[in-house]
């Protein structure tokens, strides 16, 4: 059998990270059933997160906002899209929205954790992300029982508060924690400028950004069994 040189394998490496997709389906809720529970920017949170993605050349993009957010919509909708991901490509999961302990809140009912987790189960994708904009959203990491799911499928949770915090809202177009995730994924989180960023250089950025704005009140957490260097997008 003739050697593979080690030249030819880290070619080999290196087209196979070029070829990774990201398969992002990017949910936001601001018009909830009634007028009691309505937010004002959910759904300009999901738009502006697709934005990010699709100007990049490696992403398939999926937005529910609204009424079409329905928890059936989102299963299916995860389900058909990060079915198409290999094993080198990353599936995300935004949503921006109500929250509360144990589940994000779609427009027609609460989409659980273990909905989300079981869905992610039978994905082929080695990078599993998942980002939300709620309140409470920290809760999503506190069960022993939660954290076995997520370390034994890889998944990383980037989450904009922590289990007792609210997640706040501003005048403009996007929610606070938005705001800095979007700065940071299209290059300000890039610390070394080599035009790809990763967990840790997109957590650092948001984390510092969202609790100096927020005036020490809002501290996002990311939780999960992952490498600091693994990429959440390259732009």
């Known amino acids: 059998m003739r050697n593979v040189s080690i030249l030819t394998v880290l070619l080999l490496i290196c087209c196979l990270q070029l070829q990774a997709k990201v398969y992002l389906v990017s949910v936001g809720i601001a018009d909830y059933p009634g007028k009691e529970n309505d937010l004002r920017i959910s759904d300009n949170d999901a738009k502006t997160i697709a934005k990010v993605f699709q100007a990049t050349k490696d992403a398939s993009v999926n937005v529910l906002v609204n009424e079409a957010a329905t928890q059936s919509a989102l299963l299916s909708t995860m389900h058909t899209t990060f079915e198409d991901a290999d094993y080198n490509d990353a599936v995300i999961l935004y949503f921006s929205g109500h929250g509360t302990p144990g589940a994000l809140v779609c427009h027609d009912g609460l989409l659980t954790y273990q909905h989300i987790f079981k869905m992610l189960k039978g994905c082929k994708a080695t990078r599993k992300i998942i980002i939300a904009d709620a309140c409470y959203a920290g809760k999503m990491r506190t069960t022993r029982q939660q954290t ?72 996002p957490v990311m939780w999960g069994k992952f490498e600091d260097d693994v990429t959440v997008i390259k732009w």
């Open 148 to 219: 076995d799911s997520y370390n034994s499928q890889n998944v990383l949770l980037f989450l904009s508060s922590r289990t007792n915090e609210t997640s706040q809202e501003t005048q403009y177009k996007n929610s606070l924690f938005t705001i800095f995730l979007e700065r940071g994924l299209r290059g300000g989180a890039d610390k070394d400028k080599n035009r790809q960023i990763t967990a840790r250089e997109l957590f650092d950025f948001v984390h510092k950004g969202v609790i100096e704005a927020s005036s020490n009140k809002q501290h």
